[in-house]
Nanobody, 126 residues
Framework: QWQLVESGGGLVQPGGSLRLSCAAS????????IAWFRQAPGKERKGVSC????????YYTSSVNDRFTISRDYAKNTVSLQMNRLNTNDTAVYYC???????????????????WGQGTQVTVSS
């Protein structure tokens, strides 16, 4: 049975860093594009970043560009999201999901992604 599990969330002060991890079991991530989404209370789920199956295509939404870095580790079957210079607007539940393609020019959209994890809470507060 397949499973996607996010980890690494927590409480951090503004300006701090967190590293989220998305781990797969029961299947390999190698053939999938992976996206990170986030959902703040009362708001829609929004695509943050994605990486293609080969790792050659990477996208970041404008609000996190130059602060977040997505990467994948094929040996560990994981995808990570390094988040630096966090601010209160980054507070949300973060989800990873598998898809076919990573669009290099547009935010990942939830309907295009199939398998989802349960999410990890990121809270940025002083």
């Amino acid at each position: 049975q397949w499973q996607l599990v996010e980890s690494g969330g927590g409480l951090v002060q503004p300006g701090g860093s967190l590293r989220l991890s998305c781990a797969a079991s029961g299947f390999t991530l190698d053939n999938y594009a992976i996206a990170w989404f986030r959902q703040a209370p009362g708001k829609e789920r929004k695509g943050v970043s994605c990486i293609s199956a080969t790792g050659h295509i990477i996208y970041y939404t404008s609000s996190v560009n130059d602060r977040f870095t997505i990467s994948r580790d094929y040996a560990k079957n994981t995808v990570s999201l390094q988040m630096n210079r966090l601010n209160t607007n980054d507070t949300a539940v973060y989800y990873c999901a598998t898809g076919v393609l990573c669009d290099a020019y547009n935010d990942p959209r939830p309907p295009h992604y199939e398998r989802w994890g349960q999410g990890t809470q990121v809270t940025v507060s002083s």
